[in-house]
């Protein structure tokens, strides 16, 4: 079945840590996007890439960084800079920038 | 950048009951797209309606672009239409999807 996997499902982090969540798709989706939820409000954008080996800040980018080796592939690093990362992280993709959106179903990362 | 408000914040049904959620936007928009969480987390798209009416089911929605909102319609409510549905809309210069806060919608059986 197509979709959007991402892993894991919970994760914790230490002060001073990096941490790294993990997206794939397997929909042939050139575009793809990392968002940041927390309780009760809507989503922000944190990074997206339209392309391979491309990738733009989106209007939270301070604390988080990409790579985008592959096209099936998107992951996010929680850099030790991110002073309050507990939140909900949602990966989604698009066939092209403006196209319907799909989300995969979440990492919840918290603080130890 | 785009403003995108939600309404109302909450709203309880009856099962069977019907609802209209609306979403208002401060710009032209070239994109705007209805999703459902469920409470999991889950984030189903439900609508990509820029403009016109579209339905599934018993949901609809209704884009009026030029007087910057959106609709969407719920028929025959269900107890597992509950969850957080949002809005979320791209202005026409624009290069990302502004999501607003989102309409917390319990049915109640």
């Known amino acids: 079945d197509g979709g959007i996997t991402q892993s894991p499902k919970y994760l914790f982090r230490k002060e001073g840590q990096n941490v790294t969540l993990s997206c794939e798709q397997n929909l042939n989706h050139d575009a793809m996007y990392w968002y940041r939820q927390d309780p009760g409000q809507g989503l922000r954008l944190i990074y997206y890439?339209?392309?391979?080996?491309?990738?733009q800040k989106g209007d939270i980018a301070e604390g988080y960084s990409v790579s985008r080796e592959k096209k099936e592939s998107f992951p996010l690093t929680v850099t030790s800079a991110q002073k309050n990362p507990t939140a909900f992280y949602l990966c989604a993709s698009s066939t092209m920038i403006r196209g319907k959106l799909f989300f995969g179903s979440g990492t919840q990362l918290s603080v130890l | 950048g785009i403003q995108v408000e939600q309404s109302p914040p909450d709203l309880i049904l009856q099962e069977g009951a019907n609802s209209t959620l609306r979403c208002n936007f401060s710009d032209s928009v070239n994109n705007l797209q209805w999703f459902h969480q469920n409470p999991w987390g889950q984030l189903i798209n439900l609508f990509y309606?820029?403009?016109g009416t579209k339905q599934n089911g018993r949901l609809s929605a209704t884009t009026v672009a030029t007087e910057r909102y959106s609709l969407l319609y719920i028929s025959s409510s269900q107890t597992t239409d509950s969850g957080v549905y949002f809005c979320?809309?791209?202005?026409?210069?624009?290069?990302?999807?502004?999501f607003g806060e989102g309409t917390q919608l319990t049915v109640n059986p």
């Open positions: 979320a809309a791209e202005e026409t210069s624009g290069s990302r999807l502004t």
């Open positions: 890439s339209q392309i391979v080996n491309d990738f």
């Open positions: 309606i820029p403009s």
